[in-house]
Nanobody, 121 residues
Framework: QVQLVESGGGLVQSGGSLRLSCVGSGFPFSQNHLAWLRQPPGKALEWIVDISYNGRGANYAASVKGRFTASRDNDKNTAYLQMDNLKPEDSGVYYC??????????????WGPGTEVTVSS
């Protein structure tokens, strides 16, 4: 059974930093690309980064490029999202996902319960 559990969210001031973690189980973690998504309050899910199975490649959405850094430790079955220079518009629930794809019905794949990030101005 695939499980992904995010943690590390919280309340931070604008300009601050947070590091999110995502622990995966029930699948071959080191063989899977992962993604991070977020859902701002009252808005749709937004893709923010893909990270390759070995962590050597990552693609970022323009809205976070240069401020967020995705990484992973396959020995610990854990992915990370380092978020720096946070802005109020970064607030939302953050999810890590596997097998992420975009369909006519929206995003599909597997993701965890999420962790909430609130950035105060």
């Amino acid at each position: 059974q695939v499980q992904l559990v995010e943690s590390g969210g919280g309340l931070v001031q604008s300009g601050g930093s947070l590091r999110l973690s995502c622990v995966g189980s029930g699948f071959p973690f080191s063989q899977n690309h992962l993604a991070w998504l977020r859902q701002p309050p009252g808005k749709a899910l937004e893709w923010i980064v893909d990270i390759s199975y070995n962590g050597r490649g990552a693609n970022y959405a323009a809205s976070v490029k240069g401020r967020f850094t995705a990484s992973r430790d396959n020995d610990k079955n854990t992915a990370y999202l380092q978020m720096d220079n946070l802005k109020p518009e970064d607030s939302g629930v953050y999810y890590c996902a596997k097998d992420l794809r975009f369909t006519s019905a929206g995003f599909a794949g597997s993701w965890g319960p999420g962790t909430e990030v609130t950035v105060s101005s």
